[in-house]
């Protein structure tokens, strides 16, 4: 039993900022990777950026330079914080974690809700 619990997402300008957060709850004895994903209407879900374990990260070439990736390991929680936010941004974001609830059990693929982020002027 595992949840992924996001927030920040909303309505702001071009050029704005938002900052996201997505906390991992339930059983969790560890976790290999959290990230986020994107989703506009039309298009395939697309990875924006990824951490893996303490330092590791990998961004989408659109959001280099302007998004930024970290995480809070005793919190099990990942922050994403968009700058420079353009109307191409505009999508459904989710949170992604690739953990392992036990030991013994593989590593699995949890997902959030998803959170709307419009930037629109």
């Known amino acids: 039993q595992v949840q992924l619990v996001e927030s920040g997402g909303g309505l702001v300008q071009p050029g704005g900022s938002l900052r996201l957060s997505c906390a991992a709850s339930?059983?969790?004895?560890?976790?290999?990777?959290m990230g986020w994903y994107r989703q506009a209407p039309g298009k395939e879900r697309e990875l924006v950026a990824r951490i893996i374990g303490n330092e590791g990260t990998n961004y989408a070439d659109s959001v280099k330079g302007r998004f930024t990736i970290s995480s809070d390991n005793a919190k099990n929680t990942v922050y994403l914080q968009m700058n420079s936010l353009k109307p191409e941004d505009t999508a459904v974001y989710f949170c992604n974690a690739y953990l392992r609830s036990t030991p013994i059990h593989p590593l699995t693929n949890y997902w959030g809700q998803g959170t709307q982020v419009t930037v629109s002027s």
């Open positions: 339930g059983n969790i004895f560890s976790i290999n990777a």
